[in-house]
Structure formats: C-alpha cells, structure tokens
C-alpha cells in the first residue's frame, strides 16, 4: 500500500481486522490485496522525467512517441502522520452523542495535542470535543480549504488550528497564483498555509497542478501541443519539487471529465494534447516526488450515473497502463437532499477501493438556501459516515472554513450557510452530525 495511505491506516488495520472479522473479512482481504498489490507497480515502478507518450489515453487515441522515462521514483518515504496516537482507547469512550451546543474550547489552539489532537501521542480519554480528535478515531482526515489571506485572523486561525488536522489552500497553489508568467514562480500563498499546518500538526493536500480554470493567460493563450505538454511538465515539476515531502497528497488533473460523462472536458489540454495528457501529468508528479498520494479530483462523479462511470474506466485504465495514480477526490460540493445519495457514494467508495484506490471527499459543502441546519447536519452526518466507514477513505475536507468567506456566498442565494462552522466560528449542527459521524453514531 501507498507509504503515506499506509501510515494512515496502521492503526485502522488492526482496528478494522478486529470488527470486520464477523463481517465482511473475504471484503476487506480483497481491498487489502488490491491496495497492496497496485502500489507494487506504482511506487518506484513508473519512469521520471516524463516522456510525451501521452495519447494511449483510454479512449485509444493515438499519442506521440514518448521520451525516455527518468529513474523510477523509489518507494515513497513513510510521511510520518502521527495519528494513531489517540489509538488505543477510541472504541471506549465514543459513546455519548455530542450535541450542536458543545463549544469546542478554544483557548486549546496553542497546544492542540492536550485535549484533543491525537497527533502528538497524547491518549485522549475523555469524549472528543473537536473534529480533529473525533476524526482521529478512526485514522480519517478532517480538513478544510484554507486561504492564506485569513491566516492573519485570530478567530480563524485557533479554530482551524482546533479543530482540524487537514489543509487544502483554497487557490494559492493554483498555476495562475503559483507561476503567473512563464518560468517565474510565486509560491509565497502556498508556503504560508504549509507553515501555519506544520505549526499546527496538520497535513496538507496540494491543490491543484492542471486545471482547465484559473490558468494564467501565457498558458491559455498556447496554441502549440509542444509549447502546452512542456509548459504542463516543468509546471508540474517545479511546484511539486517544492513542495515535496511538505505535502502529503497532490490533486494532480482536476474536473477533466466532461459533466455529461461522455467524454473528455472540452478544455486546451484536451484539445491540444488528446486523453494523454492526463497520464503524462500523473508521470511527471510521481517524478518529481515519488513518495506523495496521486489523486484525480472532480465532482458530479461521487456517486452513480454516467460521469462517475466515467471516470471510474478512466483511473481503471491508468492503473491498467501502470499510470501512478493513488486516490480518486470526489468533491461533494452539494444540497441537503440526499443527491447523490449515500448509498450510491457509499458503492462508488467501495469500488474504487476495490481498484487499490484510496478516495478523499475533497470539497464538501451543502448549501441551505431554502433549507435548515438540522437537515444540513443530517447530509453531512451521512456522507462523513461513508467515509468513516469506507475501507481506504482517507479523509474529509470541507470547502471553507467559515460561513462568511465561502465560494458560494452571493451565487446561488446570498447567505448558503454550507459550512461547519459559522460568520462567528460558532460550531453549526453540522459540526455535530460530522462528530456524530466519525464516533459512528
Ligand atoms: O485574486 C483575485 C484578487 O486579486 C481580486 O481582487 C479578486 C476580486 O475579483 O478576485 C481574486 O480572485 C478570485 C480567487 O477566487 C481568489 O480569491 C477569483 O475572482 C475567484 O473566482 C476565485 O474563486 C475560486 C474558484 O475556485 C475559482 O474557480 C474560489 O475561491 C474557490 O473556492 C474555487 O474552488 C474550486 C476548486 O478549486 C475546484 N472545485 C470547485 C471549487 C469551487 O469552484
């Protein structure tokens, strides 16, 4: 399994073989097998420097001749997550509900391990009081978007800090932000968000290295495949490099699938380098660090329905094609209605785990325009628990950490309210239905 999958879930094996030995024993073996079994070939198996061999896309489309593949990228070094601390006594003490009033105790932020954080070997005995320590019980990841600019914001730094052991930057890793003209590099966003997460023992996932939006205009105005693949390999190569061994997941190609599941996005990588494009990216990543978690990262594909099944036969045929890939991120940007429901995102985990693949609910928020807090809490509380209950579900980020800086204030009415936690960092219901969630209640 992915060293940095692996460490993770050290504790939840053990866990997982005592509660699964009634259940689905035959299930989980196979998962095991497959998670095993496809890291062999990924780590340290796929050439480097990236050839333009892109093309063999799964579509079948032809592609141009590769260049030679560089040194394979040795096994990946265990990142060490320091999660399985709060380990032993988890399953004693998850039994009382926490109900929408507990206020997670601020003044916690400077020394985040005390109460709450199992990252730090403190055994937590008493109930989980914050997201972090009830998501440590079961080896998940909670996270957020963070942007850099609120960093500076008391209020949003301790409750980030609490409550969380998982950043995503909203948009400072993004290429616009992080090479705005060719060849020149900005990665002071992206480096204040990995400074203030090593700060407060939490990990990051990068976000994102190609991307059909947020493209600097040098890049959208390309018009040469050449000029495009080259600019695509040294992007991906100087931010990861950077990056490597900060980080401990890449949203590598995000949103490339089109939304009506037949087909590739209309975007200039589609247009101008064909399906290859993708895999050549995920080549150049594992390249330029080979021991980070690979993941394609899109939405309207976490449950059933054409474009999910899409881009499950297009991470089928990557991995068929020795193509490094670790985790699917299913973005789960979405209502109070159960849609996509749980059970059908719940199967989608299950069969993408069932490929060897990991899989991150990377961008969770549910809007409320018309809607109230409880049923909020309740869709939350039921795509959470997928993941708690999910074999190889890393973690849950959430869009955003509060109400008042969300993506989708002012789109789709004025105030969505479609987080955790609200304009004044008060917890929601939802911040118990995602308690709830984790303690299996
Ligand atoms: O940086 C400029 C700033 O200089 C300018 O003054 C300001 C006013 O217009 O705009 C700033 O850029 C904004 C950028 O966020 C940084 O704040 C862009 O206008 C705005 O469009 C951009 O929105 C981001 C959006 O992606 C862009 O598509 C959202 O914050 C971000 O939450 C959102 O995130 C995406 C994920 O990356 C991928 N999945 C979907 C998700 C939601 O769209």
């Known amino acids: 399994m992915h060293p940095v999958a692996h460490s993770l879930f050290k504790g939840r094996h053990a866990r997982l073989r005592r509660v699964r030995a009634a259940g689905t024993l035959a299930g989980f073996v196979i998962l095991s097998a497959a998670a095993c079994r496809r890291d062999g070939a990924t780590v340290g198996g796929t050439g480097g420097a990236p050839g333009f061999a892109g093309g063999s896309g799964f579509d079948g489309s032809p592609g141009g001749s590769g260049g030679a593949g560089g040194a394979g990228g040795a096994g990946g070094a265990d990142v060490e997550m320091g999660i ?68 500076s914001e008391a209020a949003y730094a301790a409750t980030a800090a609490t409550e969380l052991d998982f950043a995503t930057p909203e948009n400072e890793m993004k290429w616009e932000t992080t090479e705005p003209a060719q060849g020149s590099f900005d990665f002071s966003g992206g480096d204040a968000i990995v400074a203030f997460a090593q700060a407060n023992d939490m990990k990051v996932k990068g976000h994102t290295l190609v991307w059909h939006s947020q493209l600097p205009d040098w890049v959208s105005n390309l018009t040469n495949a050449t000029d495009l693949h080259d600019a695509m390999i040294n992007h991906i190569t100087q931010e990861v490099s950077h990056y490597r061994g900060q980080v401990i997941a890449w949203d590598v190609v995000n949103e490339a699938v089109a939304d009506s599941g037949v087909g590739l996005r209309d975007d200039i990588f589609s247009e101008l380098l064909g399906a290859g494009y993708i895999d050549d990216a995920f080549k150049a990543a594992r390249a330029a660090d ?4 690979l993941v394609y990262n899109d939405y309207g594909a976490e449950g059933s329905g054409a474009k999910s099944d899409y881009v499950y036969n297009m991470v089928k045929g990557m991995l068929s094609r020795g193509v490094p890939i670790n985790a699917v991120g299913l973005q789960m940007h979405t209502g109070p209605a159960d849609s996509p429901s749980a059970t059908a995102v719940a199967a989608n985990m299950q069969r993408l785990a069932l490929l060897g ?17 409880n049923a909020q809490s309740a869709r939350f509380h039921d795509i959470v628990a997928d993941c708690a209950q999910a074999p190889l579900c890393l973690g849950v980020t959430v869009w ?13 009415c004025a105030t969505p309210q479609p987080l955790l936690f609200d304009d004044n960092y008060l917890p929601k219901p939802a911040h118990a239905g995602v308690m709830n969630a984790f303690l299996g209640l």
Not at 290 to 293: G, N, Q
Not at 360 to 365: G, K, L, P, R, T
Not at 400 to 412: A, E, H, I, V
């Open 357 to 373: 693949l990991n899989v991150f609910v990377s961008e969770m928020d549910v809007q409320i325009c018309t809607s109230d807090l």
């Open 400 to 412: 955003g950490l509060t109400d008042k800086y969300s993506w989708l204030n002012g789109m789709t």
């Open 290 to 293: 080979p021991a980070v978690l």
């Open 84 to 151: 399985d601390a709060g380990d032993a006594g988890a399953d004693a003490d998850a039994g009382s509900k926490v109900d929408a009033n507990t206020q997670p105790d601020a003044g916690s932020k400077v020394d985040a391990g005390s109460t709450t954080d199992a990252g730090n070997g403190l055994v937590d005995a008493g109930p989980p009081t914050t997201l972090r320590a009830a998501a440590a019980r079961t080896h998940r990841l909670i996270g957020a978007a963070l942007g850099a600019a609120h960093l």
